[in-house]
């Protein structure tokens, strides 16, 4: 009897060993490296990254800068989401005021990062780049304004970027047009391409709120003072009342009397299609987009030049719309995501970042003649030596206003209201959000 109840605590004693084998004997919230091999005694840690380029070449540079640091730390697993533009939009503000923030993330600059760090759950970075001068060194300074709120810097920016109108050299030679420096310039040219047959002399892919904003910016800039412009931005203090936005969201109208009715039904990579095939004379594009110019055996032969000036505006006349974006912590994010972000905007990562993907950063070594083109090295020094930079209105104002602003010049562009009517909606949130 005594040998069969020795045989089954025998028995118990085998299985609950093999149970505490199967549960790893550690702490379950830990995940493990999906790379395997040996960790070095050191705690298994998951990064959560979040970025908004699901799509081709970035999402492969992220995938493979992710797994190249993974194999340099053993210990750690870089868990990567990513979702497109306005989608992100809505994801990371969900997430930051959850309590699933992404150690690091992807992030515009100005109010849309004033409104992440409005949260109280983003890292300040002061601490980095007073400890690591050599690596804060090679960050563009200029373009940390854009991340800098009450004197404290909550990013590292990545990329830098312009706004300009894209022509095509060739149909201006054929038409014999010349270069628009004004506003009214602008108009002739475009009523000479009309009557010379094109549908949209400057198509547009208006089914895109954020690409009408792109329009507002430097519209406003040169319309309204920027005293006025400085003090309307700031949710604190906005009324927008100023006639400036009257007189350009009517130019934004005329403007739009030339894009044809084909850019109230196409998105933004149309239009650069069409006008990359010669359908449409002239576009309005980033200078990061440049890349796609220069593909294909048969490349568009284009210029491009800044929104123009317009007489008698009564604000800033030569400014470039523009701003960087950059990465920022959760207050969280464990060293290793530090580390991580360290690695993305080192010199040679950020080289590879330029070459890969044809942007232009803010990583001082990263645009050079073996990773950018004679053309995106040239609106480089554009953006470097711009007079003034102002961030894309969307990012420059808070987001209740500038879905207004978005979403009246859509309905604008087909006559279903007035520039008074979006002003009055204007006025009257901006109103509520004092």
């Excluded at 040996?38 to 298994?44: A, F, L, R």
């Excluded at 002061?126 to 304004?145: H, N």
């Excluded at 404290?152 to 095509?168: A, E, R």
Aim: hydrophobic share 35%; glycine share 8%; proline share 4%.
């Amino acid at each position: 009897m005594k040998t069969r109840f020795k045989s089954i605590a025998a028995l118990l004693l085998a299985f609950l060993l093999v149970l505490t084998a199967c549960g790893g004997g550690g702490d379950t919230g830990k995940t493990s490296d999906s790379q395997g091999g040996d960790q070095g005694g050191k705690e298994q840690v998951e990064i959560y990254f979040f970025h908004r380029w699901p799509n081709e070449p970035k999402k492969t540079y992220f995938d493979t800068m992710a797994k190249e640091f993974m194999e340099k730390n053993p210990n750690v697993k870089i868990r990567i989401e990513s979702v497109i533009n306005d989608s992100y939009k809505e994801k990371i503000g969900v997430l930051v005021s959850s309590n699933d923030i992404p150690d690091l993330f992807v992030s515009w600059s100005d109010s849309f990062a004033n409104n992440l760090v409005n949260s109280g759950k983003v890292r300040e970075l002061d601490d980095l780049y007073s400890e690591d001068t050599e690596w804060a060194s090679k960050i563009m300074e200029s373009q940390k304004k854009g991340f800098t709120f009450d004197d404290k810097c909550y990013g590292v920016p990545l990329t830098v970027d312009g706004k300009s109108f894209f022509y095509n050299k060739d149909i201006f030679a054929k038409e014999g047009l010349q270069v628009p420096t004004t506003y009214d310039e602008l108009i002739q040219v475009l009523k000479k391409l009309k009557d010379a047959g094109y549908e949209q002399p400057l198509v547009c892919g208006l089914t895109e709120p954020w690409v009408i904003s792109h329009y507002m910016g430097p519209i406003f800039d040169r319309m309204v003072p920027k005293e006025v412009r400085d003090k309307d931005y700031n949710i604190k203090t906005g009324e927008f009342t100023d006639p400036g936005y009257v007189e350009g969201l009517k130019m934004f109208k005329e403007l739009t009397t030339y894009m044809g009715e084909i850019s109230n039904s196409i998105d933004h990579e149309t239009s650069r299609n069409m006008f990359m095939n010669g359908e449409s004379p002239i576009v309005f594009l980033q200078l990061a987009e440049i890349r796609y110019l220069e593909k294909g055996d048969n490349p568009v032969n284009y210029g491009y030049f800044n929104f123009p000036e317009v007489k008698g505006g009564k604000g800033d006349q030569h400014t470039l719309e523009g701003a960087p974006e950059g990465y920022m912590l959760s207050k969280d994010a464990p060293k290793e995501a530090i580390e991580f972000l360290k690695f993305l905007t080192s010199p040679d990562q950020a080289a590879k970042f330029t070459k890969d993907s044809g942007e232009l950063t803010a990583i001082e070594g990263g645009v050079t003649e073996e990773t950018a083109s004679a053309a995106s090295r040239e609106a480089y020094e554009l953006i470097k030596s711009a007079e003034s930079i102002t961030p894309w209105f969307d990012n420059a104002v808070d987001i209740k206003i500038g879905d207004i602003f978005m979403r009246g010049g859509q309905s604008l562009a087909i006559d279903q209201t007035t520039p008074e009517e979006i002003m009055k909606n204007v006025q009257e949130e901006a109103a509520k959000l004092r």
